[in-house]
Nanobody
Framework: VQLQASGGGTVQAGGSLRLSCRAL????????IGWYRQAPGKQRELVAV???????KYADSVKGRFTISRGSALNTVYLEMNDLKPEDTSVYYC???????????????WGKGTQVTVSS
């Protein structure tokens, strides 16, 4: 399974971006999908996860600002990011087949990341 994350860029604080995660030759509609981020010198952290059962989970730092959603296309998941802050600057990754909690037991598929930079 090959995942492509896109939509990153540079925005000013308070701005918005929408990230896309697309599976090539595979579906995302019957899988748990997570968005994660990793800043230089920091550990990777969970941003949001959408379970196949319909539940969502967000990191406290992004609650109320970020929204994970499934696209009408069966192979796409989005991360809508609003009111961006400089501390949101990171490389963002998507992953398929993580646990509904966002944990990866080593069975998940990961895509290459997309850089998000928020200037103050």
């Amino acid at each position: 399974v090959q995942l492509q994350a896109s939509g990153g860029g540079t925005v000013q604080a308070g701005g918005s971006l929408r990230l896309s995660c697309r599976a090539l030759g595979a579906t995302l509609s019957i899988n748990n999908i997570g968005w994660y981020r990793q800043a230089p010198g920091k550990q990777r952290e969970l941003v949001a996860v959408a379970s196949v059962g319909g539940t969502t989970k967000y990191a406290d730092s992004v609650k109320g600002r970020f929204t994970i959603s499934r696209g009408s296309a069966l192979n796409t998941v989005y991360l809508e990011m609003n009111d961006l802050k400089p501390e949101d600057t990171s490389v963002y990754y998507c992953a398929r087949d993580v646990e509904p909690t966002g944990f990866d037991y080593g069975m998940a598929y990961w895509g290459k990341g997309t850089q998000v930079t928020v200037s103050s």
